[in-house]
């Protein structure tokens, strides 16, 4: 079946601009998880859904990052006034319910804010 | 709070020699734990997990982790590495209660003909 897609694969900004970052989770999946990783560095948890709702956004820098996820499937994350320090590879990543159980990650969306 | 270190960024080896990917964690009263690797231009893919039981696990490729309490440390290691091992690896740590994973910075295996 199909795996965590995300979508674009590339995205360059400008400075100041508004993005939209998509993620496709597997189907079925209830579990959907945002990560950024940072060039020469690991992923830091953004943001995790349990459903529909945000069940925990303590990895959030700050209060420009924001993510949806309306209908307990497809997730947006959304970014107003980018800034260079945004630039980074945003993971998706899905799971069943379940604490043991593997997730899943998309190949990712490179972002560079010039 | 939760942190995980992987000492080595990278880790340049001969094909067929042996290899181990340091891994610690900071110390918690349940936690499991995980590696997965990048390949180039490739998402991240679970390698092998540490749920609980015995605390050797292994892959379906040859690597094998084993997770030891009283060194808070879960080191990756393959007797005989092959060319596409070639990637990133990077450790993992969940707590019981918790869904989020806390990535290491990641070791660059290299393997050289």
């Given amino acids: 079946g199909a ?9 360059v900004t400008e400075k100041g601009k508004y993005v939209e970052l998509r993620c496709d989770p597997i189907s079925g999946h209830t579990a959907l998880y945002w990560y950024r990783q940072s060039l020469g560095q690991g992923p830091e948890f953004l943001i995790y859904f349990q459903g529909t709702g ?12 924001f993510a949806v996820r309306p209908e307990g499937s497809v997730s947006t994350l959304k970014i107003q006034r980018t800034e260079r320090g945004d630039s980074a590879v945003y993971l998706c990543a899905s799971s069943s ?13 490179r972002l560079t804010v010039l | 709070a939760q942190s995980v270190t992987q000492l080595d960024s990278q880790v340049p080896v001969f094909e067929e020699a042996p290899v181990e990917l340091r891994c610690n964690y900071s110390s918690s009263v349940s936690v499991y734990l ?18 609980s039981g015995s605390t050797l696990v292994e892959s379906i490729n040859g ?24 990637a990133e690896y990077f450790c993992a740590v969940k707590r019981d ?10 070791t660059r295996l290299l393997v050289r003909p």
């Fill in chain 2, 63 to 86: 690597f094998e982790a084993e997770f030891n309490k009283s060194q808070t440390s879960f080191h990756l290691r393959k007797p005989s590495v092959h060319i596409s091992d070639t």
């Fill in chain 1, 3 to 11: 795996g965590v897609s995300q979508t674009p694969s590339n995205k």
């Fill in chain 1, 97 to 109: 319910d379940s604490s043991y159980n593997e997730q899943f990650f998309g190949p990712g969306t």
């Fill in chain 2, 34 to 51: 995980f590696w997965y690797v990048q390949y180039p231009n490739q998402g991240l893919q679970l390698l092998l997990k540490y749920l």
């Fill in chain 2, 97 to 106: 209660s918790s869904y989020k994973l806390i990535f290491g910075s990641g």
């Fill in chain 1, 54 to 65: 945000a069940a925990d956004d303590s990895g959030l820098p700050n209060d420009r990052f």
